[in-house]
């Protein structure tokens, strides 16, 4: 007969462990008490999760260990952590794993750019964006600031949802996917890693899954020739052909979604780190995650502003040689101009906007504290600019965005066909009907929440508002709201789903 045992117990009360702010807090203490000083190397520790409602859930055993590369060098350090069985951490709608991330975002002052472009990739459509939980973090007994739970970038549901492929290969093995793949300027598979140089502009692949301890060569050449024959394709003499070109080998959806996104949030590195991946029987490429974009919306000062200049110009990274080179065909302009031009016609600007300001309200009172540790007025990473205020740094924000927008609406519309045009063969796929889903208050319980036939589609954020149009709650769709704490009045929520907004009103 066998035991399981369980990684984490849950309290009500417990007065050690406590939020400092409105949002959860993670307490972390390594077994030795001593610092994390490592990115390759594990230690132990124990963990305790103190949510909203201030349940306190404890982790028996666990990992942590260093992150990033350029923001490994500062003073508040990125880590992952490394559960010993595959955990919900983050509750329905997430991934079930062992392996998750506290970024710091100690390089963007207001500490939402990457939590700001997982909203914007979801409002686009692309099929996976980084989770974005915004917490407290005490590390060996001391604060270390505001962080961001996010998931790592892996194959699973949730996260990169292709075929998994067979742990052992034999001869009938399928194995044309999936695969994750990663155009990596930081070239890691040069120190150990998987992966190669692409023949044409020697881009550097990094194979991310089947991961390095379990590829093997015939998958390694399956991916590595898949790969290639996209870049020959695409400078080839036909690549501006219908089937002779790269586009049979791209999801256009995936592509235009991917793209935008990356010109939207002006992110300089966005085609200097670029996940893509291709699932089992099928010939294309489908584009994203997004990660990583603490110095996108104009925050480094390597290039200025950027608000009027297209990533495509003056992007990092070989990659942008495939975009530039795509530029060249009327096919993919037609494709991200008709796309741009339907998220404007969505109110793209506003949706942004309203994000910003969902996302300022959220971290009131933790940025304060964050700032109180860290200053908020010192260069940390490549800024841009300078302020002594957070709401200086959230105005320049607000400014890149409205004027970026405004800019890329200014160098798409000459492309943007006429209504009696012919379409583009493949410029989009047909889109999905809205998810069946509904919204309900339950009385007694006092809490919010969403129902759907299936709950993996309720990944979408929603906003509580009181009478007064203050924003006093942001919870995902998945995970419901207590209203326990507030006052009884008129309330509204809002949300937008597949480009659309929605909006109730009830009395509490």
Request: proline content about 3%; charged content about 25%; glycine content about 6%.
């Amino acid at each position: 007969m066998g035991f399981i045992v369980a990684l984490s117990t849950y309290a009500q009360v417990d007065e050690t462990h406590v939020r400092l702010t409105n949002l959860p807090h993670v307490y972390i203490n390594t077994f030795t008490g001593n610092s994390i000083t490592s990115k390759t190397n594990y230690v132990l520790a124990r963990m305790w999760y103190v949510d909203e409602q201030d349940s306190v859930a404890f982790y028996d055993s666990l990992e942590i260990r260093g992150r990033g590369n350029s923001t490994w060098g500062l003073a508040k350090k990125p880590y992952k952590i490394k559960f010993q069985e595959k955990e919900k951490f983050l509750g329905k709608g997430y991934a079930k794993a062992k392996k998750w991330t506290l970024l710091a975002n100690h390089g963007d002052k207001t500490l939402i750019r990457n939590a700001l472009t997982r909203q914007l990739g979801e409002w686009l459509g692309l099929k996976f964006n980084p989770a974005a939980k915004f917490i407290d973090l005490t590390l060996n007994n001391e604060y270390v600031g505001n962080y961001q739970i996010s998931d790592q970038i892996d194959v699973r549901p949730h996260r990169v949802n292709v075929t998994e492929q067979d742990d052992v290969i034999t001869e009938e093995s399928n194995i044309t996917g999936g695969y994750l793949l990663e155009a990596d300027g930081f070239k890691d598979f040069q120190n150990g890693k998987t992966g190669f140089y692409t023949p044409v502009k020697a881009v550097p692949i990094r194979i991310h899954y089947p991961e390095d301890d379990n590829i093997i060569s015939a998958q390694y050449k399956q991916i590595r020739n898949y790969t290639y024959d996209l870049e020959q394709r695409l400078f080839g003499k036909d690549f501006k052909d219908a089937t002779e070109g790269y586009r049979p080998l791209v999801d256009s959806v995936s592509l235009a979604n991917w793209y935008l996104a990356t010109e939207i949030s002006g992110n300089i590195d966005g085609f200097f780190s670029t996940f893509f991946y291709k699932d089992r029987d099928d010939d294309r490429f489908f584009w994203g995650p997004l990660w990583d974009y603490d110095i996108a919306y104009g925050n480094d000062s390597r290039k200025g502003s950027t608000s009027r200049q297209l990533m495509r110009d003056v992007g990092y990274g070989i990659l942008r040689d495939w975009i530039v080179r795509m530029w060249e065909d009327p096919w993919f302009t037609t494709l991200i101009a008709r796309r741009f031009n339907k998220a404007v016609n969505n109110n793209l600007e506003n949706y942004m906007q309203e994000q910003i300001d969902s996302l300022v309200s959220l971290l009131s009172e933790s940025q304060q504290l964050n700032y109180k540790r860290w200053g908020i007025d010192q260069r940390t990473l490549r800024e841009r600019v300078l302020h002594s205020t957070y709401n200086e740094y959230i105005n320049d924000l607000r400014d890149y965005v409205t004027k970026h927008i405004a800019y890329i609406n200014e160098v798409l519309s000459p492309y943007v066909p006429d209504e009696s045009d012919e379409p583009v063969d493949a410029i989009e796929s047909p889109q999905p009907a809205e998810t069946d889903y509904a919204l309900a208050y339950n009385l007694s319980g006092d809490y919010l929440h969403f129902g759907a036939e299936d709950p993996a589609a309720l990944t979408f954020m929603a906003h509580l508002y009181d009478g007064a149009g203050r924003l006093v709650r942001t919870f995902r769709a998945s995970e419901g709201c207590s209203l326990q704490r507030l006052p009884r009045g008129l309330y509204t929520v809002s949300w937008t789903i597949q480009g659309r907004q929605r909006s109730v009103k009830f009395i509490k």
